[in-house]
């Protein structure tokens, strides 16, 4: 899934998709729902989770493929941070977090779904 959101005066495209828990495994050394999961039982780690998600999936809209992504660093990550105000990604964090887990969504049918023990 791609979108654009405002980080403050500034349009960022992001984009979601199959790549991205991978992505932010091979920069950050998270597993993203592992991180969601205890990072709301620690609050306070949840913004900084966050700024990671919105890192990796920032940079997949801006590079393009996986390939352009997976050279990526936690100085690449300063790097940008730098760039923006951490607040107001911190801001839109619904609308980022939305964008992830849309992309986790199936649209699929289970096979199964129509059989006698599905009733």
């Known amino acids: 899934m791609r979108t654009e959101i405002y980080i ?3 349009k960022i ?3 979601a998709t199959a790549m991205t828990d991978h992505m932010a ?3 950050f050394n998270i597993n993203i729902a592992y991180s969601m999961q205890h990072a709301s039982e620690n609050e306070d780690k949840m913004p900084e989770l966050i700024r990671k998600i919105a ?9 393009g493929g996986w390939r352009a ?4 660093t936690e100085e690449d990550f300063f790097d940008w941070l730098d ?3 951490s607040y107001e990604i911190e801001n839109n964090a619904e609308e980022i977090l939305g964008i992830y887990m849309q992309n986790k969504k199936t649209s699929v049918t ?3 779904a129509q059989s006698p023990q599905a009733e």
């Open 25 to 27: 495994d091979k920069v």
């Open 55 to 63: 890192f990796i999936m920032a940079k997949r809209a801006e590079l």
């Open 13 to 15: 495209p992001f984009e």
């Open 69 to 72: 992504v997976e050279n990526l």
């Open 83 to 85: 760039s923006l105000d």
């Open 8 to 10: 403050g005066e500034t």
């Open 110 to 112: 289970p096979k199964n």
